[in-house]
């Protein structure tokens, strides 16, 4: 039987540090768990939330007037090739012994934040790698009030989507994903040089969700834009555009509201300087959209 708290402060379970109270609170370990926290929500009437790695999200300062679900199994197991794990799995566990093991598959993600669950819901992916690429078949709670196994094509996964966040009502709980033979070395390797990476790029030293804007299209970009901007060119990778090249542009580096900032270090970042409100976050993101709209004609 799952135990239910009240009004737990949920900064301290976000990357970002931020955010008001949880008017109810559970961390579950079981799909039986899973389904008692949901379907108690639904007696009550009230909204729930998966919560997971904490990163990707902004918490409101007033808090979460609902149940929030805390995915606390991080079982794991790898036979022959194949992985199985919980969503509450942190994805720098799986790295570490994936590559370890010599399997590939997961290299990609060296320094990614949050958990299996979220890189699921959201279809996380960096260097060329997704994690979709992966996945044989993701076992979620359905909106129908039952668990099931989703093949990946069910799962509808596209940039940085996927069913599971364009619809509201799915908890993912676990997923199988299928690895290949590797290097050890050379895939330690590659991790490794992924994690030195973004210790470097990204701005580590202070809360943050991650990137906050997704990359544009090219294909979406205004008509004579690299004719307008050619050095845009170099900030290109698989067609799409980096927004932090738009913010940079703009000279937005630096600019804050409150104790938030667009990073110096990685302008699509949003940083909290160590007491910034959910309130200035959003106002310093809605700021930045209007002036890349303003400058560029892009809506981000």
């Known amino acids: 039987m799952i135990q239910l708290q009240q009004h737990i402060n949920l900064a301290p379970y976000t990357t970002y540090k931020i955010g008001g109270p949880a008017r109810w609170f559970a961390r579950v370990e079981s799909e039986e768990d899973v389904a008692e926290a949901v379907r108690w929500a639904h ?5 729930y939330f998966v919560l997971g790695g904490g990163s990707n999200i902004l918490v409101s300062d007033s808090g979460y007037n609902g149940l929030v679900i805390l995915i606390r199994d991080m079982r794991y197991e790898i036979r022959d090739m194949t992985l199985r794990a919980s969503a509450g799995v942190h994805m ?3 790295v570490a012994d994936t ?3 010599g399997l ?12 299996l669950g979220g890189a699921i819901r959201g279809n996380a992916g960096a260097f060329g790698g997704e994690i979709k690429n992966t996945l044989k078949s993701v076992r979620a709670f359905t909106r129908e009030g039952n668990f099931r196994d989703f093949s990946p094509n069910e799962c509808d996964f596209s940039y940085r989507t996927s069913i599971f966040k364009e619809q509201s009502g799915y ?3 676990s997923a199988t ?6 290097n050890a070395q050379e895939l330690k390797a590659c991790a490794a040089e992924h994690i030195a990476w973004r210790r470097t790029k990204h701005p580590m030293e202070h809360g943050n969700c991650g990137s906050v804007f997704t990359s544009r299209y090219v294909a979406d970009l205004p008509a004579g834009f690299f004719e307008k901007y050619p050095d845009a060119q170099r900030a ?5 555009l980096a ?17 938030a900032e667009v990073s110096d270090k990685h302008p699509n970042f949003l940083v909290n300087h160590g007491s910034a409100r959910a309130e200035d976050v959003a106002m310093l993101a809605c700021i930045v959209k209007s002036r890349i709209l303003q400058q560029f004609g892009i809506q981000l």
Do not use: C, S, Y
């Open 177 to 182: 994903l299928a690895l290949k033979e590797g």
């Open 92 to 94: 720098q566990d799986l």
């Open 99 to 101: 590559t370890e093991r």
């Open 43 to 47: 007696r009550k009437r009230v909204p």
């Open 171 to 173: 908890v993912v709980f």
């Open 236 to 240: 290109v990778r698989e067609d799409q």
């Open 104 to 115: 590939a598959g997961l290299e990609w993600a060296g320094g990614l934040p949050g958990t």
């Open 243 to 259: 927004t932090a090249w738009l913010i940079d542009k703009a000279h937005l580096k630096n600019m804050r509201v409150g104790d």
